[in-house]
């Protein structure tokens, strides 16, 4: 059985630094998705990695692969507060549903 | 292509009333999952449906919850008997194979 864990669960950033969020799963997972949440909001679809060593980014964002590490992260550049929001990490086997981590929640203060 | 339609998006119901969620996946996507998210927690997988057919109920309660997804019309997520600790955003997510997941704007279930 798939489980996803994300670290850290709250993390509290200032304005114009770098920063990591981290993703593990426990099994083999066919694809890695990376989710935004906004207060009250559904979640909107940021990433979904592939493969080994796979890198997407999308302006602030960077997401990256390690499929033999089982692990993913999500690497937040000069963060700005238009990124505060929960963000979720998901791995699913072929045929089932995608399972999702807790969820890290950024907050960018100035 | 109008996304997920989910409704209500505001469902108040007494204990013991009975909730249906409906979910409307995005045109072309067969597959549905809905899912359950409580205040300040993660979403909770809990059952994943193909047209007319239950792929994997292993997330769902065994008793009054129910879910259904027909050859016509909406998948409902129905939820019989309600009680407080039912009191939560319920998502339905839909996508055309089991690949990437698009959600809906969910239904936020009260009951008092």
């Known amino acids: 059985e798939l489980k996803v864990e994300q670290n850290p669960l709250f993390l509290s950033m200032q304005e114009g630094k770098n920063y990591t969020i981290y993703c593990n799963y426990s099994?083999?997972?066919?694809?890695l998705y990376w989710y935004r949440q906004d207060p009250g909001k559904s979640l909107e679809s940021l990433f979904v990695l592939l493969s080994n060593g796979a890198v997407k980014q999308e302006g602030r964002l960077m997401a990256s692969l390690d499929t033999k590490a089982r692990l993913s992260t999500l690497h937040i550049t000069a963060a700005v507060h238009d990124l505060s929001a929960t963000y979720f990490c998901a791995g699913n086997q072929a045929g089932t549903a995608l399972i999702f981590g807790k969820g890290t929640t950024l907050s960018v203060s100035s | 292509n109008a996304g997920v339609m989910q409704n209500p998006r505001h469902l108040v119901r007494r204990r013991g009333q009975e909730a249906r969620l409906r979910c409307s996946p995005m045109?072309?996507?067969?597959?549905v999952y809905w899912y359950r998210q409580l205040p300040e927690e993660g979403l909770k997988f809990m059952v994943y449906l193909q047209k007319e057919n239950i792929i994997d109920e292993s997330g769902m309660p065994k008793e009054r919850f129910s879910a259904e997804f027909p050859k016509e019309g909406p998948s409902i997520l129905r939820i019989q008997q309600v009680v407080r600790g039912d009191s939560a955003a319920y998502f339905c997510?839909?996508?055309?194979?089991?690949?990437?997941?698009?959600f809906g704007q969910g239904t936020r279930l009260t009951v008092v």
């Open positions: 997510a839909s996508s055309p194979m089991n690949t990437e997941a698009f």
């Open positions: 045109k072309g996507h067969s597959h």
């Open positions: 099994t083999t997972s066919d694809r």
